[in-house]
Structures are given as C-alpha cells and as structure tokens.
C-alpha cells in the first residue's frame, strides 16, 4: 500500500492505448490476440467514432496508437505535429445493408426493397452513423445518394454516434434497417441477429484504415503497426470483410 501511495497518480490509471474506430471492434480483438497471446502488451482498445476519437487526440487523451476508418483524420494528426509515426495503410472498409431478422423490409444491394416499402408506405426506420462524426456515417450518405433514396428517407433516419450504435439500432428493433460496416455485419453476433447485403464500393468514396502512433514510438507499437501488413493480419481482415492494404 505504502509503495502505491509513492506512484504518480497516473500510473494507478488504467490508460487506454489504442483508439479505434467502433467498425474494428471485432477485428482487432482478433489481431492483438493474434499479434500476442492474452493481450498483454496493450490495455483495451477504447472504440469510437474515428472524428470524436480524434477530437479526444487533439486534446491530449493518452492513447498510444490510433487506428482510424477516415485517412485524412491521421493526416491532420500528422500536420497538427501529433503523430509520432508515419500513417500505416492497413485496409479499407465496405458498408453493409443491414436488418434484424424480425425485419419486414425487404434488402438488397439496388435498395430497390427499400423503394418499395416506400412507396407501400411502411412505417420503418433506417439506421446509420452520424456522418458528423463517423465515416461510415459519411459512406452512408453517399450511398444512399447514389441510390437516390436518400430524399425519400429523410424523415426515417435515426443516427448512432458510431456505426457500432447504428447496427445496435437495428439489431435491438429500434430501426428495422440500416447501412453499417461489413465488418460488423459479419461479426457472430450480428450475423446470428439479421442478413446483410454488401453494398458495391462504387456508391462512396472509399473508407480508407490507417494507423497512427501518437504516443511514444516503443519496440511493440513498431511490431505491431508491421504485423497489421502482414499476411495473417490480412487472413483476419478479410474474415470481416475488408480489403488488406499489404504491398
């Protein structure tokens, strides 16, 4: 007792190390225990939406490394004089039309189940990130815009402050459909609760990992922004649907 009353008192704080974007909340539990069994050298990720993540950086939160879904979040960081390493490309994300399977809405990827409950006048509401906040929320929008139903579900939209709330959203019927990350449509628990449809990348602009360090630069982090190219890393990224970034 003596000895822990002579530590500062931050060292008495658990410090969260990594701050991630909520869409890799499956997925990187997947990579620490893969890059080092029992995740000893990280304390557990904090995960946000990758703007109000940042927000936290820019004001000095203790994370470590940052691992965001929007690549001019790390860029900012960068020319803010935050970061303390290069940003490392590790992959890219897809969105997810999403439903419970209670869901009385039709999916699929031309939305053209959406259309018709529309038109049918279905009371239902459609689930995304807060674009304010969360790329995924950004994506969203632009797909829906793409698919030019975004004006017609303007008053049925509900917004999580991450993409993870979004698809709680609709896993918890509070929404009955909803545009989120492949990654977290296809985590166990939520492909056990609904179906998903995966969206063509062509209706956004791409959701673009990186990888950051903003605090000190220590032989681990050094492994493990490298072990996120490597070829196992890849193996666990594709299970949740995102595109490997390795050279």
């Given amino acids: 007792m003596l000895l822990?009353?002579?530590?500062?008192?931050?060292?008495?704080?658990?410090?969260?190390?990594?701050?991630?974007?909520?869409?890799?909340?499956?997925?990187?539990?997947?990579?620490?225990?893969?890059?080092?069994?029992?995740?000893?050298r990280f304390a557990t990720p904090v995960y946000g939406a990758s703007g109000n993540l940042f927000r936290q950086i820019m004001q000095g939160a203790p994370y470590q490394l940052f691992l965001?879904?929007?690549?001019?979040?790390?860029?900012?960081?960068?020319?803010?004089?935050?970061?303390?390493?290069?940003?490392?490309?590790?992959?890219?994300?897809?969105?997810?039309?999403?439903?419970?399977?209670?869901?009385?809405?039709?999916?699929?990827e031309k939305a053209s189940g959406i259309r018709h409950a529309i038109e049918r006048e279905q009371v239902f509401r459609f689930a995304i990130a807060n674009p304010r906040h969360a790329p995924y929320g950004v994506a969203a929008l632009e797909a829906l815009q793409a698919l030019q139903i975004d004006q017609a579900l303007q008053s049925r939209l509900v917004f999580g402050?991450?993409?993870?709330?979004?698809?709680?959203?609709?896993?918890?019927?509070?929404?009955?459909?909803?545009?989120?990350?492949?990654?977290?449509?296809l985590s166990p628990a939520l492909a056990k609760a609904g179906e998903h449809v995966v969206?063509?990348?062509?209706?956004?602009?791409?959701v673009l990992l990186q990888a950051l360090a903003v605090g000190?630069?220590?032989?681990?982090?050094?492994e493990f922004l490298v072990f996120l190219r490597s070829v196992r890393a890849?193996?666990?990224?594709?299970?949740?649907?995102?595109q490997h970034a390795a050279d």
């Fill in 234 to 242: 890849s193996e666990i990224l594709s299970s949740y649907g995102m």
């Fill in 161 to 185: 402050e991450k993409v993870s709330q979004a698809a709680m959203m609709v896993r918890s019927g509070a929404a009955q459909v909803g545009i989120i990350s492949l990654s977290l449509a």
């Fill in 199 to 206: 969206l063509p990348a062509r209706l956004h602009q791409p």
């Fill in 4 to 40: 822990m009353l002579c530590l500062p008192w931050q060292t008495l704080l658990a410090k969260p190390r990594i701050a991630a974007a909520s869409s890799l909340q499956f997925a990187l539990n997947e990579l620490l225990v893969a890059f080092d069994a029992g995740e000893k």
């Fill in 216 to 222: 000190e630069v220590d032989q681990v982090v050094g």
């Fill in 68 to 108: 965001s879904a929007d690549a001019t979040l790390t860029e900012k960081l960068v020319r803010a004089g935050r970061a303390t390493s290069e940003p490392v490309s590790f992959g890219e994300g897809r969105l997810a039309l999403y439903k419970s399977v209670n869901g009385t809405v039709a999916i699929d």
